[in-house]
């Protein structure tokens, strides 16, 4: 069964240092998503992708997030620099999302925990 | 704008017993529902999903949860829970119509007692 798949799995990076979280979506899937997890509260929303360009994005989104799709297969978060608070479980997700109002489903992959010192 | 309150943050039960995770929704359209588990150090799963056909949805692992639009409720439900059963399940709301986020209820960790 194809699958969302995220690397690394883990990430320790230093205050302000750059950081590049890859994922792959499933392959015939159109539309990609990042969520953070701060330990021990809720999965939050931080941005969607679709035709190369970003769909919406939240508030905790800002200038120090960007995203792209280098090529036909992978899908990158970029934090330019990183802060403490940044620490988290990062996931991504895809959809298909063809047409209609009917949410598809997002399928998640595994997770890169990142721990910013 | 779309919520979703999952009203207990912890829920311990024996094995074998029957399991009610329990989650009410707000919402302006008629919305997407979907339970999600998230089992230890590990990725978040779909168990099932509610899209405006049957009220009554059966997921994985013997899971169902029923619709309920008068109560704004989406309770998942499992007769009998399993040792493996254990684990952090996520309500999960979207409206789809307004936009392609979806919002996280945040989370019920069910404990299964020997």
């Known amino acids: 069964e194809p699958e969302v798949t995220q690397t690394p799995s883990h990430q320790v990076t230093q205050m302000g240092q750059e950081v590049i979280l890859r994922c792959v979506p499933i392959s015939n899937h159109l539309y990609f998503y990042w969520y953070r997890q701060i330990l021990g509260q809720k999965v939050e929303f931080l941005v969607s992708?679709?035709?190369?360009?970003?769909?919406?994005k939240s508030e905790i989104f800002d200038d120090q997030f960007s995203v792209e799709r280098p090529d036909g297969s992978n899908f990158t978060l970029k934090i330019r620099s990183t802060k403490l608070e940044d620490s988290a479980m990062y996931f991504c997700?895809?959809?298909?999302?063809?047409?209609?109002?009917?949410?598809?489903?997002?399928?998640f992959g595994p997770g890169t925990r990142l721990l910013v010192l | 704008a779309q919520s979703v309150t999952q009203l207990d943050s912890h829920v311990s039960v024996s094995e074998g017993t029957p399991v009610l995770l329990r989650c009410n929704y707000s919402?302006?359209?008629?919305?997407?529902l979907f339970w999600y588990v998230q089992h230890p150090n590990k990725g978040l799963q779909l168990l099932l999903k509610?899209?405006?056909?049957?009220?009554l949805v059966k997921g994985i692992n013997g899971f169902e949860a029923e619709f309920k639009k008068s109560e704004t409720s989406f309770h998942l439900t499992k007769p009998s829970a399993h040792m493996s059963d254990a684990a952090e399940y996520f309500c999960?709301?979207?409206?789809?119509?307004?936009?392609?986020?979806?919002?996280f209820g945040k989370g019920t960790r069910l404990h299964i007692l020997p």
């Open positions: 999960v709301v979207s409206d789809g119509e307004v936009d392609d986020k979806i919002i």
């Open positions: 992708f679709y035709n190369n360009e970003i769909s919406e």
């Open positions: 509610y899209t405006s056909a049957a009220t």
């Open positions: 997700a895809s959809s298909i999302r063809t047409s209609g109002r009917i949410s598809e489903t997002q399928y």
């Open positions: 919402s302006s359209y008629s919305p997407s």
